[in-house]
């Protein structure tokens, strides 16, 4: 198989590692395959957006997520370097409130999982950075929803210097204790 996939602290949030072909030319590889990504996942997504962003060194993005619509995102950087967090935003999951990070960047090709009900986040820890992510419903704005990236209960364990730069929107975050969450199999909840 051309993708070898690790599970995280949090399993359903996955490391993917597809097998990169190089040589004097430079390199290749299968960025996204239905088929495989099912096989190595034993999920089976349609995905119905893609998205790419560039950001400058020490820019954080999120942590979003959809209280209805929810997104389930595969993420990679093809430039630069990000920290990536998925936190887990499901009342019912024995790791609600719970985070992992994991480094992507241009070097590793790693793919990050982020399933639907996860609030979704990275900083640029590179001079710059190009975010690419596939996801598996469109993106709804009057649905959006920011989690504080410096929520002192999630303690995220963010590699920066000071303080990063931030949208009015991610400044404006709600800690996970006044947040809208889902409940049972992904239902809308009001704040907890």
Do not use: C
Request: no cysteine; proline share 5%; glycine share 8%.
């Amino acid at each position: 198989m051309n993708l070898t996939v690790t599970r995280t602290a949090i399993p359903e949030v996955m490391i993917l590692e597809p097998k990169v072909f190089g040589d004097a030319r430079g390199f290749f590889f299968e960025s996204f395959n239905a088929k495989t990504f099912e096989a190595a996942t034993g999920l089976t997504r349609e995905f119905v957006q893609d998205n790419h962003s560039r950001s400058a060194r020490n820019v954080l993005r999120g942590l979003h997520y959809q209280i209805q619509n929810p997104q389930g995102k595969l993420v990679r950087v093809t430039s630069g370097e990000v920290f990536d967090v998925a936190v887990d935003i499901r009342r019912e999951s024995p790791t609600f409130g719970r985070w992992v990070g994991v480094t992507l960047s241009e070097a590793n090709k790693r793919q990050l999982w982020v399933p639907e009900g996860f609030a979704h986040g990275f900083v640029v820890v590179s001079e710059h950075a190009e975010f690419l992510y596939k996801t598996t419903d469109y993106w709804y704005p009057e649905h959006e929803r920011s989690l504080l990236w410096s929520d002192p209960d999630l303690a995220i364990d963010w590699p920066i210097h000071g303080e990063p730069q931030v949208a009015a929107k991610d400044a404006a975050g709600k800690r996970l204790v006044e947040a809208e969450v889902f409940e049972g199999e992904l239902g809308f909840a009001a704040s907890r």
